[in-house]
């Protein structure tokens, strides 16, 4: 996975827009139920691709709020290991120790 990101900063405001491919360079497995056996999957090797952007105000020096979304461009043939979504977003509040 590499996560590559441009950051816009201004007084409270942040925006970051970037990319994040995942690499799969091994096939996935699974236990198949019947035999208790696993299985290398074909059509599982390759990259899924991401779009991400954020947006965030910070309250103070130590603490803020960010919203991120992220959307699939591309996405491997199989993908039992879950990564099917179509959007992700994520709402959180962050406190610097």
């Not at 409270?12 to 994040?20: A, D, E």
């Not at 139920?33 to 020096?61: H, P, W």
């Not at 603490?63 to 290991?81: A, E, F, H």
Request: hydrophobic share 35%; aromatic share 12%.
């Amino acid at each position: 996975m590499l996560r590559a990101e441009r950051n816009f900063r201004y007084a409270r405001f942040n925006f970051t827009i970037g990319l994040l491919p995942i690499f799969r360079i091994t096939k996935d497995e699974i236990t198949d139920i019947n035999t208790n056996q696993r299985i290398k999957l074909d059509g599982t090797l390759g990259m899924a691709l991401s779009g991400i952007g954020t947006v965030g105000y910070n309250f103070n020096v130590k603490s803020g709020v960010r919203l991120l979304v992220g959307k699939k461009i591309t996405q491997r043939k199989v993908n039992p290991d879950g990564l099917t979504r179509h959007a992700v977003t994520t709402i959180s509040y962050y406190y610097r120790f």
